[in-house]
């Protein structure tokens, strides 16, 4: 792995159901995030973790939970998706210094019918 | 509230010069970030301004005002690859970055 690395590229998702999303970096960063991004507007922020065993909520993290075990992983789920939550989901991980930048994942494009 | 403001879309010829501005609303300030964004990818990092000033690197130059909560983005020598959107973020006191909706911009040739 180099970088950072999200799976599945792209899903369609019945409502209701429930969906993990799936991020892992391999820059031993202490910082990670989860963003949406729709159309017109710029990116959300869902929830963040500054180190291993933390996490916060951003922006708008209803209907989201995150957790974040170790250092590289910082899955996202969805625990009953609605058709709202259609999005691109974007992970981005920072070394956590005030002037760090973010380096983002690939992205998830999530359809949620 | 927050608020980040920047053109919706703005249109320039290859070779030429463009300036995306970006204005900004924030509670605190911890700087100021731009990346850039082509289609269907995810944001890379651009520069970063946390003093005021003109940073220089390459064909790209950041310049920040805090005292006016204004910064833009100049691109110069214009290429078709430059074809993308340009995204202005702001760290809060919180130290979470704020976003704005995204500059697109159209390279013409």
């Known amino acids: 792995i180099a970088g950072i690395t999200q799976a599945p590229t792209s899903q369609i998702l019945a409502a209701g159901r429930r969906m993990t999303l799936r991020c892992t970096q391999d820059?031993?960063?202490?910082?990670m995030y989860w963003y949406r991004q729709d159309l017109g507007l710029g990116l959300r922020l869902i929830h963040y973790?500054?180190?291993?065993?933390?996490?916060g909520k951003g922006e708008v993290p209803d209907g989201y939970s995150v957790s974040r075990a170790n250092t590289d992983d910082f899955p996202l789920t969805l625990a009953s998706a609605v058709p709202s939550q259609t999005s691109v989901y974007f992970c981005?991980?920072?070394?956590?210094?005030?002037?760090?930048?973010?380096?983002f994942g690939p992205g998830t494009r999530l359809t949620v019918l | 509230g927050q608020n980040i403001d920047q053109p919706t879309e703005m249109t320039a010829t290859e070779g030429a010069i463009v300036q995306i501005n970006c204005t900004y609303q924030?509670?605190?300030?911890?700087?100021l970030f731009w990346y850039q964004q082509h289609a269907g990818e995810a944001p890379t990092f651009l520069s970063y301004?946390?003093l005021d000033g003109l940073e220089e690197k390459g064909r790209f130059s950041s310049f920040l005002s805090r005292s006016k909560g204004y910064s833009y983005l100049l691109l110069k020598e214009l290429q078709m690859k430059d074809s993308a959107s340009y995204l202005c973020?702001?760290?809060?006191?919180?130290?979470?970055?704020?976003w704005g909706a995204g500059t697109k911009l159209i390279i013409k040739p």
């Open positions: 981005a991980s920072s070394d956590g210094l005030a002037g760090d930048e973010q380096f």
């Open positions: 820059m031993r960063h202490n910082a």
């Open positions: 973790s500054n180190t291993a065993g933390t996490t």
């Open positions: 924030t509670s605190g300030f911890n700087g």
């Open positions: 301004n946390v």
């Open positions: 973020a702001v760290k809060d006191s919180n130290y979470q970055l704020i």
